[in-house]
């Protein structure tokens, strides 16, 4: 049999392929982003009483109705916005199939998708397999800020969405007031649609605001805001994320999302919805990650390699200039089988090669695996 392939660029994603070099060679696994920590008890027995109390069969299409009103409650509460729950949200299985059905609800062939890199990995492929054209702006190292200037350059007749991470993976760097501005001014009279990946709306540091989409609703009205319940509650296993949109937008998305999910794990949904008016569980979270950060940071501080600033997420770039000459790549699959310290290629999250000696590590782990993985990257030559 021959394929067409839809997808002729792509091949195994990074986070599966270093995973696997992780456990093939015993290595501790600072890449594929997910943390080595149990979760909330509370949240787990409520999953199990929701199955005892039999919600095992499926849940509306659109998600289970006081989930979305407890999302809405959450989102009054966090950013000051009215979200109508039955036309406004759709609860999806994670943050990656909202994003995937939000371009596929907008996307036609030709459209252009503006997109920085470097960005997580779905989203070039998600804009192609949509017969749309992703136009690359590269954002700069250390701070990794978008130049506005830039993005009005590339806009055409064409540009149908831009697509925008905060707090960003692999980077860290987080949307400030001041380019909320830019890219109000920039999309305003237009029909450019925006994606929101917020998955780490919590994961951010030092009480900087986190600028929500859903804080303005002169965006918010061409936006898809796309969330992750597997980023906030440490369990990305449960693959549970939702979308929030406006009520015109969310009904062309549950026309693509009907028919292929239809409708997502029922007691995950049940025992959320009671989760969610624990506020202290995600507004903790923060401070929970900023020790982390700090801590590993300064463990780090032993080795040869040099930090970039992260202000959001869960993962902090590193620069091993002092140490090789060796691709990023090429670096991460030694350092993997020769020290036992897997890590993520920052070059996997452009298009075309790129080599700035660059490396992401994901700190959401328990102390002892942060120390464990540092003592063996001081020994790296
Ligand atoms: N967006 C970004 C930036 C991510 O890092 C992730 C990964 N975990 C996702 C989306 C998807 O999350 P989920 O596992 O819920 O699909
Ligand atoms: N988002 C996670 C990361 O960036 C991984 C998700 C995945 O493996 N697709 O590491």
């Known amino acids: 049999m021959q394929i067409h392939s839809k997808l002729p660029d792509v091949g195994t994603t990074i986070f599966t392929v270093m995973s696997g ?19 909330d008890k509370k949240l787990i ?24 009103e407890a999302i809405a409650g959450k989102i009054h509460f966090l950013y000051n916005t009215n979200i109508d729950a039955h036309t406004q949200v759709t609860i999806t299985p994670g943050g990656t199939y909202a994003i995937y059905t939000a371009l596929t609800t907008v996307l036609q ?6 997109i920085f890199e470097p960005a997580y990995d779905s989203y070039i492929p998600n804009v192609e397999i949509n017969g749309a054209v ?58 450019i649609f925006i994606l929101s990946d917020e998955v780490y709306e919590h994961l951010i540091f030092d009480n900087i605001l986190h600028q929500s989409i859903l804080r303005y609703p002169d965006l918010m009205e ?58 202290e569980s995600y507004l903790s979270l923060s401070s929970f990650m ?31 200039n002092n140490i090789s000459n060796e691709n990023d790549k090429e670096f991460c699959i030694r350092i993997t089988k020769e020290y036992g310290v897997a890590t993520i290629p920052v070059s996997a999250f452009y ?21 464990m993985a540092v003592e063996r990257l001081i020994k790296i030559k």
């Open 21 to 39: 070099l992780a456990t093939e060679h015993n290595a501790i696994n600072l890449g594929q982003g997910f943390p080595d920590f149990p979760m």
């Open 134 to 191: 992703p136009v690359l702006i590269s954002l700069h190292a250390p701070d990794y800020s978008i130049d506005w200037n830039e993005v009005r350059k590339k806009i055409t007749s064409k540009t149908k969405m831009i697509m925008l991470n905060s707090p960003n993976n692999p980077t860290g760097a987080v949307l400030r007031e001041h380019d909320i501005e830019q890219l109000q001014d920039i999309v305003s009279g237009t029909n």
């Open 351 to 371: 298009k075309s090669a790129t080599d700035s000696k660059t490396i992401r590590f994901c700190f959401a782990k328990k102390k002892e695996t942060l120390e």
């Open 222 to 279: 061409r936006s898809f805001v796309c969330f992750s319940f597997g980023k906030v509650y440490h369990c990305t296993g449960w693959k549970l994320g939702y979308c929030v949109s406006s009520a015109e937008l969310m009904k062309e998305f549950r026309k693509v999302h009907q028919f292929n999910c239809f409708s997502c794990n029922s007691p995950t949904q049940v025992a959320l919805a009671e989760f969610l008016a624990d506020k």
């Open 45 to 68: 027995s409520l999953v199990n009483a929701a199955m005892e109390k039999g919600f095992n069969q499926y849940v509306p299409m659109q998600g289970y109705m006081p989930l979305r």
């Open 290 to 320: 900023q020790n982390k950060k700090d801590y590993f940071q300064q463990l780090m501080s032993q080795t040869k390699f040099t930090p970039l600033p992260s202000y959001g997420s869960y993962f902090q770039l590193y620069q091993y």
């Open 109 to 114: 062939p030709g459209d252009e998708v503006i």
